[in-house]
């Protein structure tokens, strides 16, 4: 069965860096485009990056555009995000969500149980 | 960037039937995903592309779009669909951008 887990959240100062990972399984992970979703404590679900199968394209909300990269590493199935110039509306739970087979529209068909950021001082 | 409207809160009588909305202008060119969020979990592919469901979500849930308005509709709504309900299309600007709606807090009275 398809498993998505999350790794490498914590506690950052303001401007500080750090790197999520997700690590895949049940599926051929370099098949398939993969996302990262955010939600801020009490707040809705927010759409942060997403990168093709092969990690020839990367799309980003405007909101983290310049500050975060999604990677892939599909010989290891694990998908990561750096993120750097860490602010405090960057606090969220951070998923990663699954794309379906290609061409089969837009949606997010599996997600992690995702990761825990804290940016404070 | 575009956006997704929906209702902050809506409320159904326990076997009643209930819709959930979500508007806006990327939903003229993209069908809504919909997603269902219990406290503390992740969340969870309910409703996708023009009306189809995952295997292991319940028939009560359909989804049906008109317009700039996508909507899901829970049909005899039972306790364990109280949750948050979230839509999610792809950005209007036509490129691999996605965007949530607010967001639809559902109580089963």
């Known amino acids: ?121 | 960037s575009s956006e997704l409207t929906q209702d902050p809160a809506v409320s159904v009588a326990l076997g009643q039937t209930v819709r959930i909305t979500c508007q806006g202008d990327s939903l003229r060119s993209y069908y809504a995903s919909w997603y269902q969020q219990k406290p503390g979990q992740a969340p969870v592919l309910v409703i996708y592309g023009k009306n189809n469901r995952p295997s292991g979500i319940p028939d009560r849930f359909s989804g049906s779009s008109s317009g700039n308005t996508a909507s899901l509709t829970i049909t005899g709504a039972q306790a364990e669909d109280e949750a948050d309900y979230y839509c999610n299309s792809r950005d209007s600007s036509g490129n691999h951008l996605r965007v949530f709606g607010g967001g639809t807090k559902l109580t089963v009275l």
């Open chain 1, 1 to 121: 069965q398809v498993q998505l887990v999350e790794s490498g959240g914590g506690v950052v100062q303001p401007g500080g860096s750090l790197r999520l990972s997700c690590a895949a399984s049940g599926f051929t992970f370099s098949s398939y485009g993969m996302h990262w979703v955010r939600q801020a404590p009490g707040k809705g679900l927010e759409w942060v990056a997403f990168i093709r199968y092969d990690g020839s394209n990367k799309y980003y909300a405007d909101s983290v555009k310049g500050r975060f990269t999604i990677s892939r590493d599909n010989s290891k199935n694990t998908l990561y995000l750096q993120m750097n110039s860490l602010r405090a509306e960057d606090t969220a739970v951070y998923y990663c969500a699954k794309d379906p087979p290609y061409g089969y529209g837009d949606y997010f068909d599996y997600w992690g149980q995702g990761t825990l950021v804290t940016v404070s001082s």
